[in-house]
T-cell receptor, first 114, second 113 residues
Framework: DTAVSQTPKYLVTQMGNDKSIKCEQN?????MYWYKQDSKKFLKIMFS???????INETVPNRFSPKSPDKAHLNLHINSLELGDSAVYFC?????????????FGPGTRLLVL | GDSVTQMEGPVTLSEEAFLTINCTYT??????LFWYVQYPGEGLQLLLK?????DKGSNKGFEATYRKETTSFHLEKGSVQVSDSAVYFC????????????FGTGTRLTVIP
């Protein structure tokens, strides 16, 4: 049973295209996140949603738009892709009742913009 | 603000060697501290955690002790295996809990036979 799943696992696309990455969690968690991991493995939070509402929106270009149709899903749409968007994107989730902050991560989506 | 400083890598060890990866933190209040591991080609997995001062987190032979006096949470293992080769991330959750998780830059460990 996959707790946090992401699709696709790999995504290769041309500059200027629009693409979406999907995330689903079956843990019943209330909060979901998107992280970007660059080529040096540095991991930075992009967005956080709690019960379908945005609660963290770090400084990311507005070409990135998260969408949460329900609390089990948090999708990431990227417009006008740029070379610098190439990275691994991780989705994660956590439970509000877990005050210690444990997050559970998906396997990642490797995005390559050509 | 809250932050984590992690030992720079990469670290290369022979099998059965002792491992230490240093991690220090800056935080207001009483954060929870974590070590996550990322195996090649995979996502991050929680390795261990500690939620208050002097707590020791342990899992798979790895240990880390929450030291408030030195603001540290160093990861240790007495005898590493080839299968421990991965990137290790130290992290803390801030005052608002899971919504603010701050990661260190990651330390790549390679264990050679």
């Amino acid at each position: 049973d996959t707790a946090v799943s992401q699709t696709p696992k790999y995504l290769v696309t041309q500059m200027g295209n629009d693409k979406s990455i999907k995330c689903e969690q079956n843990l019943g968690h209330d909060t979901m996140y998107w992280y970007k991991q660059d080529s040096k493995k540095f991991l930075k939070i992009m967005f956080s949603y709690n019960n379908k509402e945005l609660i963290i929106n770090e400084t990311v270009p507005n070409r990135f738009s998260p969408k949460s149709p329900d609390k089990a899903h948090l999708n990431l749409h990227i417009n006008s892709l740029e070379l610098g968007d190439s990275a691994v994107y991780f989705c994660a989730s956590s439970q509000d009742g877990d005050r210690f902050g444990t997050q559970y991560f998906g396997p990642g989506t490797r995005l390559l913009v050509l | 603000g809250d932050s984590v400083t992690q030992m720079e890598g990469p670290v290369t060890l022979s099998e059965e060697a002792f491992l230490t990866i240093n991690c220090t933190y800056t935080a207001t209040g009483y954060p929870s501290l974590f070590w996550y591991v990322q195996y090649p080609g995979e996502g991050l997995q929680l390795l261990l955690k500690a939620t208050k001062a002097d707590d020791k987190g342990s899992n798979k032979g790895f240990e880390a002790t929450y030291r408030k006096e030195t603001t540290s949470f160093h990861l240790e293992k007495g005898s590493v295996q080839v299968s421990d080769s991965a990137v290790y991330f130290c992290a803390l959750s801030g005052r608002t809990g899971a919504n603010n998780l701050f990661f260190g830059t990651g330390t790549r460990l390679t264990v050679i036979p």
